[in-house]
């Protein structure tokens, strides 16, 4: 084997399986709400069950509002390290598929103690402290631009399943919007769910977070690390063992940070590969075997190293100086006598201070 082996892994993307060093937790929505299409905001649901997305059959329109507190189940300072929406749909005109736009809202709003009549799906009379069409507060607070206030292109776009629960991919909008309400509280206002507003009879029906089915409740699934070091992922099976990587030290500018590998092939020919990125869903290299290092980013090989008897090495990072606040993901590539010729590490990864 030689090391073009090497080379090869540190270009290939895959599915990540998130360690113990990292943190994930679900967020329950704690507000939502359904805007009703209607010249005089006379229409809401603040305290239903139910939301809708799409267009009514009259037509109509019908948007979702969602909001999660981010800063109050997460610390502050932590980075975010991937992100899912999960929501169910209850069902779907047709039973058809329907593309959801995600945007991000621009200004706070109250949800409000209507709970609509029947199906919900023509919202109730407006009380006093709905959201509506027209109000963030009603019935003195007012949007800037009727049917919400938002952040012109979404975030992110996923399909809405004809029913049951629907989960996002970690999208790089919908992490750097949790990021974003981690690092600014004040300005979370959570977003507003769109669909193509030119068809109609599409309004989706989804779960609020008012619904007795905890497990129907829009959540988001957040991974995150709170810390200036820790790992990601596990490593592949290599002739020794799963090959492991932890990172140690101190990630003030200019220290040196060791990288401990444990369980390599012994004897064997291995390089660290950086980026600035981390990917967390891939396409597998082959069964139980991933890589988190960005496909179309920028990866920069560091320097190879030799694994000792025993399997183990301990290759170093100097912390750049005058960068704070950047994620470096690390992660090895050690040649093996495995059928692609050669194992990987599980990723380490660094928040320099």
């Known amino acids: 084997m030689t090391t073009r082996a090497l080379v090869i892994a540190a270009t290939l993307v895959a599915a990540v399986s998130p360690a113990s060093a990292q943190t994930t937790i679900t967020i329950t929505a704690d507000k939502d709400t359904t805007l009703y299409e209607s010249a005089t905001g006379a229409l809401a649901n603040g305290a239903g069950t139910r939301m809708f997305v799409g267009v009514t059959g009259q037509p109509s329109i019908r948007r979702c509002l969602v909001h999660f507190d981010v800063a109050g189940a997460i610390p502050a300072g932590a980075r975010i390290l991937s992100a899912r929406l999960e929501l169910n749909v209850q069902n779907s005109p047709g039973g058809g598929p329907a593309v959801a736009n995600v945007h991000r809202v621009t200004q ?12 919900q799906g023509v919202g109730g009379p407006v009380l006093n402290g709905d959201t509506t069409w027209l109000h963030t507060n009603y019935p003195t607070q007012l949007w800037t631009n009727v049917g919400g206030d938002f952040v012109t292109a979404p975030s992110f776009s996923f399909t809405l399943a004809p029913a049951g629960s629907v989960t996002t991919s ?10 974003t309400w981690l690092d600014n509280p004040s300005g979370n206002f959570g977003w507003v769910l769109k669909s193509d507003e030119s068809l109609i009879s599409t309004a989706t029906v989804i779960s609020a977070h008012e619904t007795s089915n905890t497990s129907e409740q829009p959540r988001l699934i957040v991974n995150y690390l709170d810390a200036p070091i820790g790992s990601w992922g596990t490593g592949c099976p290599a002739t020794t063992g799963v090959i492991n990587l932890t990172p140690t030290g101190s990630t003030v500018g200019g220290s040196t940070i060791a990288l401990d590998y444990s369980n390599a092939p012994p004897n064997s020919l291995g390089a660290t590969f950086f980026s600035l990125e981390l990917v967390p869903v891939g396409v597998e290299v082959f069964p139980s075997c991933s890589v988190y290092l960005p496909l179309a980013g920028v990866i920069i090989a560091g320097d190879a190293f030799v694994t000792s008897p025993s399997g183990v090495a301990s290759p170093s990072l100097t912390v750049p100086a005058g960068f704070p606040g950047y994620l470096i993901v690390a992660q090895g590539a050690v040649l093996d006598s495995t059928p692609v010729g050669f194992a990987l590490s599980n990723a380490g990864l660094l928040i320099t201070q």
Do not use: C, H
């Open 108 to 119: 706070d709003w109250a949800e409000g103690p209507t709970f609509a009549p029947a199906g």
């Open 170 to 179: 970690p999208f790089p909008g919908l992490i750097a919007d949790v990021q």
